[in-house]
Nanobody, 125 residues
């Protein structure tokens, strides 16, 4: 069982930055691809960014390209999502997800076997 714990959400003004973290167990982190999804009220959960198991490849949704950066720190068993130039439309609950055996590029929810509890990000104008 893979446990994912998100942190770093909060409320910021447009144009500011936040960094989300997703921590997992040492036994699993180095072997699985991971991703961030988000879900705004009344909308479907959407792919934000993904990273391969070794961190060699990253993938981004069109709406966040150039503003968000995904990385992973094997020593800390943690994945980070640096979010810059935040916009009100980035407001959502952000979820960390793990895809054992996958590439980290999939935008399909069913491809991810494990999910965190979510962390709220609110961007005011």
């Amino acid at each position: 069982q893979v446990q994912l714990v998100e942190s770093g959400g909060g409320q910021v003004q447009a144009g500011n930055s936040l960094r989300l973290s997703c921590a997992t167990s040492e036994q699993t982190f180095g072997r699985i691809a991971m991703a961030w999804f988000r879900q705004a009220p009344g909308r479907e959960r959407e792919f934000v960014a993904g990273i391969s198991w070794n961190g060699g490849s990253t993938y981004y949704g069109d709406s966040v390209k150039g503003r968000f950066t995904l990385s992973r720190d094997t020593a800390k068993n943690t994945m980070y999502l640096q979010m810059n130039s935040l916009k009100p439309e980035d407001t959502a609950v952000y979820y960390c997800a793990a895809d054992p055996g996958g590439p980290g590029s999939s935008s399909f929810l069913d491809d991810y076997d494990y999910w965190g509890q979510g962390t709220q990000v609110t961007v005011s104008s």
